[in-house]
């Protein structure tokens, strides 16, 4: 196939792009700069330069494609704007992809958030590939369920022709070349001299290694059935306190429990509080049994063992 990929340099998009390569398939990359698109053609895809902002660029990529990944987002908007206007800039994308591919059958695969259907805590169990993306309010402005209209959307598409689908992230996805939660709580326990946990820790959070989730957008794009969500799902729910026990010990510090009342701003997770409050167990089970997919990486806390996350200084 011709795969438009977006996103291509980030974290999961390098390395979806050697594994749509690796399987016989020809790759496109969007690059709005000379550096990306070094980065690029450095993993072996072709380069079209533009951004997520020239709409007619994106449909005229797709269209000349047999198929979409779209895993970039608007990481410049979060400063001044916050998820909202990050979410805001994606929908347009969403719907310019649904305008070149209606009608055709080609697949969509776009990233989403482990946590769009809401927290295990309130589910009571869980959360699963059939649980849709919860609609978000006001008094969601500023989280991650502000992009759920995005999910929503891209699920929407399979109406019009488009075999669209959604890979949920777990907010752990752990590599060599993590930039993201993990990194930062490691950050956060050698500034303060502990590593924290909220309550009693016992909330449980999912987490997937980098080149397991490159192996499920794969598969998405290949067989996946329109209309669908997909969880990326190794560790389906580690408590909290057993990563914040896992960096201490690695870092020859105690973990230490936050209370309730110091948890909000300016207390020890800052603006993380929101996120490492939440419980976000899900499963895998359907995406597994639909599509095959078997996580062959190592675990997070595994993961944690090799020492790409704790450097000897």
Same mark, same amino acid.
């Not at 380069?47 to 410049?76: M, N, P, T, W, Y």
């Not at 994606?90 to 969509?108: D, F, R």
């Not at 560790?235 to 909000?264: Q, W």
């Given at each position: !196939? ?8 980030? &974290? ?12 016989? &398939?020809?790759?496109?990359? %969007? ?46 908007? %979060? ?30 695969? @776009? $990233? ?27 008094? &969601? ?31 752990? !996805? ?8 993990? +990194? $930062? ?12 946990? +909220?309550?009693?820790? $016992?909330? *449980? ?8 989730? @490159? ?15 997909? &969880? ?18 690695? %870092?020859?510090?105690? $973990?230490?429990?936050? +209370?309730?009342?110091?948890? !909000? ?6 603006? *993380? ?41």
């Amino acid at each position: !196939m011709r795969v438009f990929v977006t996103g291509g340099t980030g &974290h999961s998009g390098s390395y979806i792009i050697p594994e749509l390569i690796a399987a016989g &398939h020809e790759v496109t990359s %969007l690059a709005r700069s000379d550096t990306s698109a070094a980065a690029v053609s450095a993993l072996g895809a072709k380069v079209r330069r533009g951004d997520l902002q020239d709409l007619d660029g994106l449909k005229e990529a797709a269209a000349d494609s047999d198929g979409v990944i779209h895993v970039a987002h608007r990481q410049d908007l %979060l400063p001044s704007g916050g998820m909202d206007a990050v979410a805001a800039a994606e929908l347009p994308v969403m719907l310019a992809y649904g305008e070149a591919l209606a009608g055709t059958g080609k697949p969509l695969v @776009a $990233a989403g958030s482990i946590g769009s259907p809401g927290n295990g805590g309130n589910l009571g169990r869980p959360a699963t590939e059939e649980d849709p993306a919860l609609p978000a309010g006001d008094e &969601h402005k500023g989280t991650l369920r502000a992009r759920n209209v995005v999910e929503a959307a891209v699920i929407g598409l399979a109406e019009r022709g488009v075999r669209s689908s959604v890979v949920r992230i777990p907010p752990v !996805m752990h590599s060599t070349t993590d930039a993201g939660f993990l +990194p $930062a709580l490691i950050a956060l326990a050698k500034v303060k001299g502990f590593a924290g946990y +909220p309550g009693d820790g $016992a909330n *449980l959070w999912g987490a997937v290694h980098v080149r397991d989730v @490159a192996s499920l957008f794969r598969l998405a794009l290949e067989k996946g059935p329109a209309g669908k969500c997909w &969880h990326a799902i190794g560790d389906g729910g580690i408590p909290f306190r057993e990563i914040a026990e896992a960096i201490g010990s690695r %870092l020859g510090l105690p $973990a230490v429990s936050i +209370p309730a009342d110091e948890l !909000m701003l300016p207390g020890y997770f800052g603006f *993380l509080t929101a996120a490492v409050t939440l419980d976000l167990s899900a499963s895998s089970l359907i995406t597994r049994r639909t599509l095959g997919w078997e996580p062959a990486l190592p675990g997070l806390l595994a993961d944690l063992d090799n020492g790409h996350y704790f450097p000897a200084n």
